[in-house]
Every structure is written in structure tokens, then in C-alpha cells.
């Protein structure tokens, strides 16, 4: 009903705002800008203290020395521009523009189903100053770099055969590695991997495959599982997927835990509260938005999510088959990328003492959850549109301050093969006794 009536208001001002930019014969770039303002000054509930209407208006007027010369013929892509430029200044990172096809893939990765289109291995590489090497810094789980045994913080030093070093520039390796995979032939790569610079030969074979994410499980030879969790966007699949690897923990007979949330830039509240279900006991977000008109408490409780709206009323409830509960040691990482809900769910341990963070200060827009509005272009403005709260009534914190303060050099992880957070991590596990 509250949604209902926000949808209403909406439409009625949306409407209005069309019918004076028809009357003065507007643009499409003033018609995208015009929305795009309209979405921002109406809904939005962030944290920036900007005035609003001074913002747009401001913009307003770069649109229009961007605009001069072609008047109506102006396009959407100038609009963007400005738009883009506008959210900039807002200094909100959960406040921001997406293109169309930027739209589609976040609408694919939302329902698990993201294909590649084109020939991939599943890897994601950085370059490595001062060198021509390329350090991995993410493996697709279940694609063929992770099938064949590429890890995290190995570094590229050769393609079939042909050292790094021997390459003109960056760009000519990546471009090299991407030929050989687009062939559909076996590209052999030599790494270096970990402290003792293990030089192995690790053959892969590129094919479409799903770039969706799903939480993944790895046991290490000394019983510490490492659950990861690259984001929360698939929608019904992410949070019911970590119970179900808490659980294989639990039967491998796992010591220990490290849940790795480095690189989580979020997804779906909903995915968080019930990843959060399987390290404490009833977990809790309410949401407000700017007009306190939605407000709902979710929380999970005797296996379901139960959903009240702000008269305390029981709007939803849904059953969450074969919970699993992790209750021994945990260690959760974290660094200036994770963000969203993988701040929701690294605050949510933290204040139950459930287990110790470790890493970088995170993102900072862990109090806040973003909805998206579709822009007349096929693209989408996405808003900080609720605030989240905790049981007692205090926001959420914005940014989760790590108990163990590490930082994620993947300097020192290119040049010596130690990744530094999960190397304290485990000495928080295991601490030596004096």
C-alpha cells in the first residue's frame, strides 16, 4: 500500500515535469536531465548534505553551454555527461549512473545468469609496476582458470612460453593473452605462486561461461575453509548458498574460517541478512525512506525472513530451507572496495563479536541501500533511496573500521607472494602462545 502510494506521487510529478518540457519543445538531452533530476531531488536519502536543487540546477546550466549549438538536436550522451558529472559532485557511491548496457549485465547478474558471450578463462589481472607481469587479483569460480588452478595472487610471467619482460607494453600482453583465449586453443600460462615463488605451468582452454557470481569454498591443507562471497547480486541464490557451504564446512571437519568479503561491492540487502544468519543469531535491518513512508524491518528467526512495515504489521514471510550456523572461529576480511551489503554483513559480525575483521577501512556506504529508477535513454539511475538501521534504532555504520588494521598491498603480494590480511588472518585463528 505505502509503495503503492510512492508510486503514485511519482508518476503524477513525473508526468507534470514531461508536460512543461514538451511545452518548451526540449531536447532529449533536457528530457534525460530533467528525469534524472527529478529522481535525485524527489527520492533521494543519503548521507550528503548537498542542496539538492542548487545541484541541479547548477548542472542545468552546464547542460545548457553543452547544449547551445545544437539546441533540440541535442543528445542523450551530452546529457550523460553532465549527469554523470553532477552525481561526481553529489560524493554518494551508492548514488550513480549506469548505461544501458551496464543496466542489462546488473539485470543478468541479478538473476544468476550473466554468459560471457565471447571465449573467456574466468580471470581477472592487474598490471605490476615497473614490470610487464600481470598479478591475479580474481578467479571466476568453476570457470577454466579456476578448473585448471590459477589462485589468487599468482603472477603471470609468461605466455606460451614467451616471457612478460619481452613484451613492448601493458596493453600488448593483455591484448596478447586475450588473442590467444579468443582462439579457442590451450593458452599455456607460467606463474609464480605464493612466498617460495613456485614456478608452475598452468594450461587453460577459454569458453563462454557464466560471469554471475556465486559464493565458493575452498579447504586449506590446514583446515581453515575459506568461504568467499565476490558479490550479493544474484537474487534467491547468494545467501542460501553460504548456509549451504558453512554446512560442507562443517562436514569436511573445518577448524576455522576465513570469509572472505575483499572485493565485495554489494548487491542485495536481502542476500546479506541471510548470509548474516549463518554466523549470529537473529539478524536485523530496518529501512526507512527519505519520507519514512516504507519502512519495513526485516529479520531472521526460526529458519524464515519475516517482514513488518512501520505499524509493526507482518507484511512477508518467507521460509529459509536448512539453515546452518558457523560457530567456531571466524575471521572475516575486508578492504576499501568492499562495500554495501558486504558492510552490512562485516558490521553485523562485528557488533555480535561473532568474529574478528580484518583488513582496510571499508567503502563507506555501508548504511544506506540504492534503488534503481530507468532513465527514458535505457539506462538507470541508481539512488540512495533507504537508510538502514539497526534493533535499538542506530544506523548501521556507514564504514566498517577493521578490528586488525591490514593493508591489501597487492604490492607486496606481486613482489614477495604474501597476502598480507589472510596471513593475519590465520595468526588471529591460530595466535601463538608466549
Known sequence: MQRHLMRKIHRFFFALALVFATVGLASPAQDLFDQASFYLEFYYNGPASTDLKELTAQYQKSLDTACANQKQACSYDTAVSVIQRMISDLGDGHTYYQSPEALGRFRQNSRGQAPSGTLRIGVEHRSIPGSRDRLVVDVVEGGPADQAGLQYGDRIVALGGKALSGYASDSEVVQALSQMVQSGQPVRLTVLRGPERQKLEIVVTGREINL?????????????????????????????????????????????????????????????????????????????????????????????????????????????????????????????????????????????????????????????????????????????????????????????????????????????????????ALEALFPRTQ
Open 212 to 424: 554471475a557470481r556465486l559464493p565458493s569454498l575452498k579447504m586449506r591443507p590446514d583446515g581453515v575453509a575459506v568461504l568467499r562471497i565476490p558479490d550479493f547480486l544474484a537474487e534467491g541464490q547468494v545467501g542460501q548458498r553460504v548456509h549451504e557451504l558453512v554446512r560442507q564446512a562443517q562436514a569436511a571437519g573445518a577448524r576455522a574460517m576465513v570469509l572472505e568479503l575483499r572485493g565485495n561491492n554489494g548487491g542485495s540487502a536481502i542476500e546479506a541478512l541471510i548470509s548474516m544468519a549463518a554466523f549470529m543469531e537473529s539478524p536485523y535491518v530496518a529501512f526507512t525512506d527519505r519520507y519514512d513512508v516504507e519502512r519495513n524491518e526485516l529479520m531472521v528467526k526460526d529458519g524464515r525472513i519475516t517482514v513488518r512495515n512501520k505499524s509493526g504489521a507482518e507484511v512477508t514471510r518467507l521460509n529459509l530451507p536448512s539453515l546452518a550456523r558457523w560457530s567456531g572461529p571466524l575471521a572475516v576480511l575486508v578492504n576499501g572496495e568492499s562495500a554495501s551489503g558486504a558492510e552490512y554483513l562485516a558490521s553485523a559480525i562485528q557488533l555480535a563479536k561473532a568474529g574478528v575483521v580484518i583488513g582496510e577501512p571499508t567503502a563507506g556506504v555501508g548504511n544506506t541501500t540504492t534503488r534503481t529508477f530507468g532513465l527514458i535513454n535505457g539506462g538507470g539511475l541508481n539512488i540512495s533511496y533507504n537508510r538502514a538501521f539497526l534493533p535499538g534504532g542506530n544506523p548501521y555504520p556507514a564504514r566498517v573500521t577493521p578490528d586488525i588494521a591490514v593493508p591489501d598491498d597487492l604490492r607486496t603480494l606481486a613482489e614477495t607472494g604474501h597476502d598480507l590480511p589472510m596471513e593475519k
